[in-house]
């Protein structure tokens, strides 16, 4: 059975659940903007360790091909140095999929809320329409009504 609207002002029934889709939508925003902080800063981490294991690597071949001395105890150090710049590397790779994952998912939440805000939009614009039509077909009815009763009584 379906509720026939009031004549006069259009109501929304469903005002309250389009509110809190606003605002889901807006902590999901907020979320996701910083979910795309994090990823950012992880991969920013991830170029600067490469970075350095780069420098370490041309340091170590420039030392070679100045033909200087070679000090073993100092080339084992730079090939420590560049083998834990690689565990760092291998490590924040790992960290940055992570932090990509999570803004994935995100970034799903919020598509998610934009569109079950999107169709509490779309009920309130249709019923809106459909109030709309309604208050015509009254006005056209009373209108009639007028015309009708002026015409009996100029008859009368």
Known sequence: MVKKPKIGIFKYNLGSVLKVKLIREKQEKEKFAETQRKLEEEKRKEEEIKNNHRQAQNALREHFEEGKKIDFSQVFLRQ???EN???KVEVQKKIAIKAEEINEEQRTKLVDSMKEKKII???KENKLKAWKDLMNKEEMKFIDEIA???????VI
């Open 148 to 154: 009708t009763t002026k015409y009996n009584n100029e």
């Open 80 to 82: 420590n140095q560049i």
């Open 85 to 87: 710049l690689k565990e």
């Open 121 to 123: 939009e779309k009920d």
